[in-house]
């Protein structure tokens, strides 16, 4: 970090003064904004002080360790299949791992081009708002880049293919067909839900393995300035509509819910077929009906319901529309 003095050095004491006093008032003023309201300015700040190198968390002596589980029970749920081994339940656990790590993959491929698009029309308005928005969509960039990493990792320690859903480019196309007000609300539940998945569920859970845990710390330490930036891109997406049209961008929302929740049912499948094929364990039916209910319910807890109780998630709802909240709080609990 360059210090006023270094700055300053040939100005007299007086101007070097002037500016350390002025930098401390811009960061008291930025501090201040964020405690209000979310600013472009404070996130791109704190964005630029915990950027993190892909280089620094895989790769070389940093790999996976199998005798682990990587996903939290919380969003895993594997335990209350009881007909399965210890050692079964923490294959699945790990299949759900590297589902996590190809569905957040493919969320992202349709955030960046939006974030890009939502920023292209204003380039020459705020500068902290461009540069803030920039940086936004070059960390997701890089998070696309970071999921593949992790996944060819996986792919090479698990032995076994498992399959995610996809194409991300279709998944991509059939999102960004929406209103941009319910795009803008679902990467807001996405971004939220990073958060809790992080704090609520990984943070203090001494079981999973260090590496895999890294990915989802370092996901959410830049997902947490992305959050409030697309706080700030529903606000404006929003601004100027009559609630009526609120009311419909959030039927849209739910709307990419509903394709998101149709992923998951498939999801369901290919994991079991990838826990088939890892384990040689061969459910009865009666068994693999209970792990497809299971498994459904927590692919939507960790996807869908996670975020669609959040009250950060709401409380933006409820700024937009009473209404509209009200219609998430009621179809939610179908997600939990
Ligand atoms: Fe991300
Ligand atoms: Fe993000």
């Known amino acids: 970090m360059i210090r006023a003095w270094e700055i300053n050095k040939n100005n007299c004491y007086m101007e070097q003064t ?8 811009n960061a008291r003023r930025a501090e201040m904004i964020e405690n209000g309201r979310y600013s472009y300015q404070a996130t791109l700040a704190t964005a630029q002080k915990v950027n993190w190198r892909i280089e620094d968390i895989i790769g070389g ?12 029970e919380s969003l895993a749920r594997v335990e ?3 007909f399965l081994r210890a050692d079964e339940k923490r294959t ?12 957040f993959g493919l969320v992202e491929e349709f955030i960046l081009p939006f974030v890009l698009d939502h920023a292209r029309p204003q380039l020459r308005g705020d500068d902290y708002r461009v540069r803030a928005l920039l940086q936004f969509a070059g960390e997701e960039a890089k998070h696309i880049h970071l999921f593949k990493r992790f996944r060819e990792e996986f792919e090479r320690g698990f032995g076994h293919d498992c399959a995610v859903i996809g194409p ?25 839900m990073t958060q809790r998945h992080y704090l609520d569920s990984v943070k203090d859970d001494q079981s999973l393995d260090p590496q895999f845990k890294s990915l989802l710390k370092h996901h959410w330490m830049e997902e947490a300035q992305h959050a409030k930036l697309d706080t700030l891109m529903v606000e ?32 369901v499948g290919f994991d079991l077929d990838a826990f088939t094929r890892a384990t040689g364990r061969k459910l009865n039916e009666e068994e693999k009906d209970q792990f497809g ?26 700024s937009l529309s009473p209404a509209a909240r009200k219609r998430v709080e009621e179809v939610a609990p179908a997600f939990c």
């Open 92 to 103: 699945l656990n790990q299949i759900r791992g590297a589902a996590y790590l190809g569905i």
């Open 236 to 267: 404006a997406l929003a601004k100027g509509r009559s609630a009526r049209e609120i009311e419909a961008a959030v039927e849209e929302y739910l709307e990419i819910g509903g394709l998101i929740d149709a992923g998951l049912k498939q999801q």
């Open 168 to 192: 991300p480019e279709v998944i991509a196309q059939a999102v960004l067909a929406h209103d941009p007000l319910a795009v803008a609300l679902t990467i807001l539940h996405i971004e939220w």
């Open 61 to 72: 002596d940093k790999r996976l360790d199998f005798s682990k589980p990587f996903m939290p």
């Open 293 to 318: 209910r299971a498994q459904l319910q927590a692919n939507r807890w960790t996807y869908l319901g996670s975020a669609m109780t959040h009250e950060r998630v709401l409380a933006t709802l409820g």
């Open 18 to 25: 002037q500016s350390v006093a002025s930098q401390k008032t």
């Open 80 to 82: 209350p299949l009881d």
